[in-house]
């Protein structure tokens, strides 16, 4: 029986690691621009190098584990090395990873206004 698999690869190379890193943080301040990373070059006993993700307003960190291996070396494996967001090899970065006990959210919807020779918006709170 195999159990989460992908797990057992662990490894590559620090410079492979902060590429992949950081193709987690370009796709990630898209939707959040607040969003900064930093880490250390050292690797974890457990084969991944982990990157610290911290949201400028709530301050909040949320760490990635990921491997140091391409696209290519990935392809070697059987299962796809597993990568490691906020302590889950199956979650994706949401707003709630970023929220503290002082913090909340709520969701606008903005339209842009036709017509408008500046930037206008009709803007509306969903609640």
């Known amino acids: 029986m195999i159990i989460n698999p992908g797990s057992e690869n662990k490894g590559g190379t620090f410079k492979q690691a902060l590429i992949n890193a950081n193709g987690w943080l370009a796709e990630i301040v898209k939707e959040y621009p607040e969003v900064t990373m ?41 299962f796809h090395p ?21 913090y909340t959210y709520r969701v606008v919807y903005e339209r842009k206004i036709e017509g408008s020779h500046s930037l206008a918006y009709d803007t509306v709170i969903a609640r």
């Open 38 to 78: 930093s880490t250390h070059e050292e690797r974890d006993e457990d084969g991944d190098w982990y990157f610290t993700f911290t949201h400028g307003i709530t301050k909040k960190q949320v760490i990635l584990g990921i491997h140091g291996f391409t696209d290519e070396e990935c392809k070697k494996f059987i």
């Open 82 to 102: 597993r990568v490691y967001w906020n302590g889950s090899s199956t979650a994706d970065p949401k707003i709630e990873d970023w929220l503290t006990d002082d």
